[in-house]
């Protein structure tokens, strides 16, 4: 049990256009999700907490205007990247929060052009 | 707190011997650590945890040590295989933070036969 995916697995996108990245609870229900962000060879960085039906937590340092997230229902959020450029080309991943636990997705990795 | 290195370390170890990753975390009220293994590619997968009321704890083949006092973390893997071969983090969640994780710098695991 406690499977998260993640879709897509890789999108390639031209500078200016705009990406969503689902982020599933598979066979559980979660309140709060969590997106990273991983550049390479570096470690995870935490962007956002998302809470289910109410506003995402925002660090330090990530603009909410361009890193939007919804976490409409129990079992999905999205990431939303508006207006990729190339310094947003990254490895995107999601957890989910059950009990005082997280559950990994595999990743999301996006290239801007 | 968060890491930002450029390089990640390197452990070189032969296969069949024992390795220990070594993580030095930066918050005295953590109350809950984490290690996990990533693969290329992949999101990271739990290894173990370990709470702050204990100073070690043994799973298959892995053990985590804590020290409190140098707040250091170590992850043993017994009998080390190349399957092993992975980068390891460890993590932190501070007390209160409602399972939010901090993630260190990362190790890259190296098997060599």
């Known amino acids: 049990g406690a499977v998260v995916s993640q879709h897509p697995s890789w999108v390639i996108c031209k500078s200016g256009t705009s990406v969503k990245i689902e982020c599933r609870s598979l066979?559980?229900?979660?309140?709060?999700m969590f997106w990273y962000r991983q550049f390479p060879k570096q470690s995870l960085m935490l962007m956002a907490t998302s809470n289910e039906g109410s506003k995402a937590t925002y660090e330090q340092g990530v603009e909410k205007d361009k890193f939007l997230i919804n976490h409409a229902s129990l079992t999905l959020s999205t990431l939303t990247v508006t207006s990729a450029h190339p310094e947003d080309s990254s490895f995107y991943i999601c957890?989910?929060?059950?009990?005082?636990?997280?559950?990994f997705g595999p990743g999301t990795r996006l290239t801007v052009l | 707190g968060e890491s930002v290195g450029l390089h990640l370390p390197t452990l070189s170890v032969q296969e069949g011997d024992n390795s220990i990753i070594n993580c030095a975390y930066s918050?005295?009220?953590?109350?809950?650590f984490i290690w996990y293994k990533q693969e290329s590619g992949k999101g990271p997968q739990f290894i173990i945890d370990i709470r702050s009321n204990m100073d070690k704890r043994q799973g298959q083949r892995v053990t985590v040590l804590l020290n409190k006092t140098v707040k250091h973390l170590s992850l043993q893997i017994a009998a080390t295989q190349p399957g092993d071969s992975a980068v390891y983090f460890c993590a932190e969640r501070p007390t209160g933070t409602a399972s939010k994780l901090t993630f260190g710098t990362g190790t890259r695991l190296q098997v060599t036969l």
């Open positions: 918050n005295s009220a953590s109350d809950y």
């Open positions: 957890s989910a929060g059950r009990r005082d636990e997280q559950f």
């Open positions: 066979d559980f229900q979660a309140t709060t």
